[in-house]
Nanobody
Framework: QVQLVESGGGLVQAGGSLRLSCAAS????????MRWYRQAPGKQRELVAA???????NYAESVKGRFTISRDNAKNTVDLQMNSLEPEDTAVYYC?????????WGQGTQVTVSS
């Protein structure tokens, strides 16, 4: 069973940057779509960014121009570069991998942006 493990979260001031990484225990090549979600306290989990196997990307309107998702099939990682962070970006960030046989989530990593 493939496992997804997120890292890179932490505390940052508004305007700062963080880079999240999602590492898979085995090849992610079979995952058609890799996504990052986030869930703020008291709110529903929302999709932040997605990247397909061939590199096509999609972003939530709230993060367009600030966040960049990237996928490295050779290293089995999916990263989320987050720039110009705002307090509203504070949340637990989750990685999700979807294939024909699997729909896996990581355990999440906390991102806190102070004003």
């Amino acid at each position: 069973q493939v496992q997804l493990v997120e890292s890179g979260g932490g505390l940052v001031q508004a305007g700062g940057s963080l880079r999240l990484s999602c590492a898979a225990s085995r090849s992610i090549f079979s995952f058609n779509i890799m996504r990052w979600y986030r869930q703020a306290p008291g709110k529903q989990r929302e999709l932040v960014a997605a990247v397909s196997k061939d590199g096509n990307t999609n972003y939530a309107e709230s993060v367009k121009g600030r966040f960049t998702i990237s996928r490295d099939n050779a290293k089995n990682t999916v990263d989320l570069q987050m720039n110009s962070l705002e307090p509203e970006d504070t949340a637990v960030y989750y990685c999700r991998g979807t294939s024909i046989l699997n729909d896996l989530w990581g355990q999440g990593t906390q991102v806190t942006v102070s004003s």
